[in-house]
């Protein structure tokens, strides 16, 4: 006896609001018994014109499942609807259909439909608690509801991921209004190729200057987050214990707090060792003497003399941060300038000049950078950070861009 999709109870329990599971995928179908022949399920058929497929059930139990253009395929065919049309049922059901049950989740469905061999993801599967049939999925809906479950994941990754670019900019921030009111002629230029980004910038206030940090976490994105609040950290807890006065001194006690905090001395299980570190360059600005004391890891420092035309860069050692590679006790090299006057300090991430762009597809480059700080040299710190900023972005014009930028700027008083 045929029961119709109206007729077919609804099941408690299942619906959008409730767990995402297998039951919620239940639609009212009509159903047949083995005593219904296929006369009956043409006719079901011929009435409910969106039905895919048709189950047969026994008392509570689901025996099977009548796929529509199989069985419109078979009784097409010459005779059989004088040999089938009042033979049961069964002649044309698929006795092992893709059975699943009500409580297994939506991400472990799709995999079974995906790995089935009975075409479910077209035809539908029987959804069943125990031995008790409850109803009919459809690939359809199937992927809706996936879809509907990865969109609702990444909106919650990525209000975390907002969350925590708020807090990476509230941390800069704060170095930002500390650079501002000791040397007011300053400016930082922070955006990262993500969301979030592994560029870090710290700036902190002594008796007789300021410490200045620019750095470059492994990564991009999340990744390079994780990284930048680790070392801004353990830059923060060394600066505070042995002051600003020794930069090579701070990378070193950094490497170390790296290399201890991601397993990466002496580690003996594969597969579990990182190798991640940072570029930086740390510069302690000594207003008091009017010297710059700087070391830098594969990160340059460029200085624009007052009255000069031209950018000096002066490199510092070759030798990345926290890195495998990087021996426990390296000694990065402390170099000193004497400052005077509305000189200009420049510093830049590599995500600045490795950029590629231009009519020739190649690197922004270095040459290109000193030449634009050059050109702005009467302007203020600010200034110039935007010109720069706007030159960047019209040679990478149409090209994805490649890395988290940071720019520093600053002027001598």
């Not at 991400?107 to 790995?115: F, I, K, N, Q, S």
């Not at 109803?135 to 990754?157: P, S, T």
């Amino acid at each position: 006896m045929a029961v119709s999709a109206q007729d077919f109870p609804r099941i408690p329990g299942f619906g959008p609001a409730a767990t995402p599971c297998a039951g919620a995928l239940c639609r009212p179908v009509p159903t047949v018994t083995p005593s219904d022949t296929n006369a009956t399920v043409a006719a079901l058929f011929d009435r409910n014109r969106e039905l895919i497929s048709l189950p047969v059930v026994e008392g509570s139990r689901a025996l099977g499942l009548i796929k529509r253009h199989v069985f419109q395929s078979e009784m097409s065919k010459p005779f059989r609807l004088e040999l089938h049309d009042r033979k049961s049922c069964v002649a044309f059901m698929d006795t092992q259909p893709l059975i699943i049950e009500a409580d297994t989740t939506i991400e472990r469905t799709a995999m079974l439909v995906a790995d089935s061999q009975t075409n479910a993801l077209s035809d539908g599967f029987l959804v069943v608690r125990g031995s008790e049939f409850l109803g009919v999925g459809f690939g359809l809906d199937l992927m809706r509801m996936v879809a509907e479950l990865q969109e609702a994941k990444n909106r919650q990754i990525m209000q975390s991921i907002d969350y925590a670019s708020v807090i990476q900019r509230s941390m800069l921030h704060t170095s930002q209004e500390i650079l501002k009111s000791e040397l007011p002629d300053s400016a930082v230029v922070w955006e990262p190729r993500d969301t979030v980004g592994g560029d870090f910038f710290l700036c902190a206030r002594f008796d007789h200057g300021v410490f200045i940090a620019i750095a470059d976490c492994t990564g991009h994105g999340v990744p390079g987050a994780f990284m930048t609040l680790i070392s801004s950290s353990w830059l923060a807890q060394a600066l505070e214990r042995d002051g600003p006065a020794d930069p090579a001194q701070l990378l070193g006690t950094l490497n170390r707090k790296i290399k201890q905090s991601l397993g990466q001395i002496d580690s003996r299980i594969d597969g579990e060792q990182s190798d991640d570190g940072l570029d930086g360059l740390f510069v302690w600005l000594n207003q008091r003497d009017c010297t710059a004391t700087y070391a830098g890891a594969r990160l340059p420092l460029h200085v624009l003399r007052t009255g000069a035309e031209t950018v000096t860069t002066h490199e510092t050692d070759r030798v990345g941060v926290g890195y495998v590679a990087t021996p426990t006790d390296h000694r990065w090299q402390n170099r000193t300038l004497a400052l005077h006057a509305r000189d200009m300090l420049y510093a830049a991430t590599d995500g600045l000049t490795d950029q590629i762009g231009g009519t020739r597809n190649i690197s922004f480059g270095k040459r290109r950078l000193r030449e634009l700080l050059a050109a702005g040299r009467e302007s203020s710190a600010t200034e110039q950070a935007a010109a720069i900023m706007r030159a960047h972005g019209r040679y990478q014009g149409q090209h994805r861009r490649r890395d988290d930028v940071s720019l520093l700027c600053l002027r001598v008083k």
